[in-house]
């Protein structure tokens, strides 16, 4: 595969990964964990090996043990996806302004 396949094939599986993470849903709220503002950045290698660096709503969130397994867990089940793996940080400290203008209006902020 050439070097602009490869930087489709890439933005092809980045898109099919952000889907598959609009499954996912913060059990407290209404409203996907991405369109919620919690996965910072997705970074797929050459080999298709998948990083995702997210957050939670606060470090007590009651779903901090098993989020970002289900993550991970459905990033790895994507056909093509080699290896998935979670990183949670804090840095910068989510706040709903971090939301999209979707998130905003189904949870009435708009």
Partial sequence: MG??????AKRDME??????????YDPEIPVDIFELGLIYDVIIDDDMNVKVSMTLTSPSCPVAESLPV???????GIKGVNSA???ITFEPPWDKSMMSE???????FM
């Fill in 85 to 87: 793996k979670v990183e």
């Fill in 70 to 76: 289900e993550v991970e867990e459905k990033v790895a």
């Fill in 102 to 108: 979707e998130a905003l209006l189904e949870l009435g």
């Fill in 3 to 8: 070097l602009f396949g490869n930087k489709k």
């Fill in 15 to 24: 898109d099919t990964i952000i889907e598959v993470i609009k499954t996912i």
